[in-house]
């Protein structure tokens, strides 16, 4: 067993389970944290992730498979996915603009997997580039889903939309105008009345602080 | 070599600063303090800040030990803030600079902030958590701006405190935030409130009211104790600020923390802090209440990195304005 990352909330070690490669996501103590407080948010973010990653899975979105499930030690052990977070790999084409066609590509499927996602009824709640990964086959897979949850309104959708587009632009300032190309994708995919989703979108951007003031 | 002098207003505090080159020769300011249970009003604020500028001014250049003829540069806050103080501050910043016959750059507080963090600690590019009485962020550099990777939905991190210790009653001086985290020591009963997460944005609104509606019997039943209502306070939005932080960290690959603002100097949020950049072994730099609590100095440096960067405006351009976002702002300074 050995470390392979370490992430805000947990660590993860990579392993074998029945001769399959995988990985041990484990929640572990934080110490700068409250005990009492510690304790619910490891219980209840290991709940949330394994119920959404099944969900997900259930409607057809690719996610780790769950092995087992070890709540007592808040410790999911699931399938080793090979291949890049789209996060690495924006940032490693960063500088080769020659295939625009597949970058355009890669934007379209992450609004239509989160398009899905939300249409089965999934918030995911912290919704960055780091936390989708790409196949070599190109097939994108949905990890971290500790502050998911289910049923999400409008408002939370919304939400989800704004985190990544958040995390989209900070990070990867050079595309950043290809923030609607992710938008046209989740459009196609989502099956409920997306204008209402977009028209909060809106909202959420241009809410308290972030609302620009003229004189 | 450039000397420059930098004005500050914003909130309820009125600082001004002299440095030369990165090495402060002046430090000076004066807090205007309310009494308990009540926060501070603009047009009380303002009138205050007029009342001392001058008499400020003078122990400031007189502290520094330098003739007014060798400033090269006069430099104030643009935003954001409360809009009467602002003015109020600005107005001297103006009529000094054409009475001095120096060039006058407007600067953006929250920026300047982080300057100021960067300059006294050394640190080269940390993921900066700033918090204050007005502002929550967790801030990026990246491709000339800083970026604001998430923030408060709602009320500063620090607002969250000073209206909790209204509802206690306690000290304004020397600042609300200071006495809860006094008693925030002497607290063991944890009491749970809600977590609020969204991603990387943190609220605390909703912790607020809860807290509001549930102290008074809490406190009268003898259940809980004010200390332990300070002590389960800050534990709770802390942690989400580390995390929060901790988050943009892992995203960026970041191995460096600067926690700047008044909120900054609060040593149990520096502690958790360190312990979690311990445990993913990076590196935390913090400042103490000098630098931490708004003050002219953090004006006068960033307003001399600008001018040195060429930074140039036209009189027209050196208004105030209340909302002025950190990432509005090209850094020229930065490579």
């Known amino acids: 067993m050995e470390l392979y990352k370490q992430g805000a909330e947990s660590k993860i070690f990579t392993t074998t389970y029945s001769d399959r490669k995988a990985i041990i996501k484990e929640r572990f103590s934080r110490q700068y944290r409250n005990e009492l407080l510690d304790l619910n948010i490891r219980k209840e973010r290991t709940k949330a992730e394994a119920k959404a990653i099944l969900k997900c899975k259930q409607g057809g979105i690719a996610t780790p498979v769950i092995y087992s499930l070890d709540l007592n030690n808040y410790k999911i052990i699931m399938e080793h996915i090979n291949g890049q977070t789209v996060n690495d790999y924006l940032t490693n084409i960063k500088d080769k603009q020659d295939d625009n066609g597949k970058l355009t590509k890669l934007l379209t499927n992450i609004g239509a997997i989160v398009g899905k996602m939300h249409s089965l009824g999934v918030f995911h709640g912290d919704l960055t580039t780091s936390n989708i990964i790409k196949k070599e086959d190109d097939t994108l897979v949905l990890i971290d889903f500790g502050l998911s949850h289910f049923n999400p309104s409008v408002e939370d959708k919304a939400v989800d939309l704004y985190v990544l587009e958040r995390a989209f632009v900070s990070t990867h300032s050079y595309f950043s105008q290809l923030f609607p190309v992710i938008l046209d994708g989740y459009k196609n995919a989502y099956e409920l009345d997306v204008q209402a989703v977009f028209n909060q979108f809106q909202n959420v951007r241009s809410r308290g602080r972030k609302r620009l003031m003229i004189g | ?335």
Not at chain 2, 144 to 156: L, M, N, Q, S
Not at chain 2, 183 to 193: C, E, F, R, V
Not at chain 2, 268 to 279: G, Y
């Open chain 2, 1 to 335: 070599m450039v000397i420059s002098i930098g004005f500050e207003g914003s909130a309820n505090k009125l600082g001004i600063g002299i440095v030369k080159d990165g090495e402060v020769l002046a430090n000076c300011r004066r807090t205007y303090i309310t009494p308990p249970g009540e926060g501070f009003l603009p047009r009380e604020t303002a009138k205050h800040h007029q009342n001392n500028i001058i008499l400020l001014l003078e122990e400031t250049i007189k502290t520094s030990g330098i003739q007014p003829e060798q400033i090269d540069v006069v430099c104030f806050t643009k935003g954001p803030g409360i809009g009467s103080c602002l003015v109020s501050v600005a107005a001297v910043a103006r009529t000094l600079a054409q009475l001095w016959n120096k060039p006058l750059i407007p600067v953006n507080h929250c920026i300047a902030h982080i300057e100021m963090g960067r300059l006294i600690t050394g640190s080269d590019n940390p993921t900066v958590l700033y918090v204050s009485g007005g502002n929550t962020q967790v801030i990026a550099y990246s491709g000339k701006y800083y970026r604001i990777f998430g923030e408060t939905i709602d009320i500063a991190v620090g607002n969250c405190l000073d209206r909790f210790a209204r509802v206690l009653k306690l000290s304004n001086d020397p600042s609300p935030g200071y006495n809860i985290e006094q008693m925030a020591k002497n607290g063991k009963k944890y009491l749970k409130l809600p977590y609020v997460v969204k991603g990387m944005d943190v609220s605390f609104s909703g912790i607020l009211s809860y807290i509001e509606e549930k102290a008074p019997s809490l406190l009268s039943s003898g259940e809980y104790t004010p200390e332990d209502l300070c002590f389960s306070l800050q534990e709770t939005i802390f942690a989400m600020l580390i995390e929060t932080t901790e988050r943009a960290m892992s995203h960026c690959q970041s191995k460096e923390v600067l926690i700047v603002g008044g909120v900054g100097c609060n040593e149990r949020l520096q502690d958790m802090m360190k312990i979690m950049c311990e445990e993913r072994s990076a590196i935390l730099y913090a400042t103490d209440e000098r630098f931490c609590i708004d003050n002219g100095v953090m004006i006068a440096h960033t307003g001399a990195l600008m001018h040195n960067s060429g930074y140039k405006t036209t009189w027209e351009n050196t208004f105030c304005t209340q909302r002025f976002r950190t990432d509005e702002v090209e850094v020229t300074w930065r490579s």
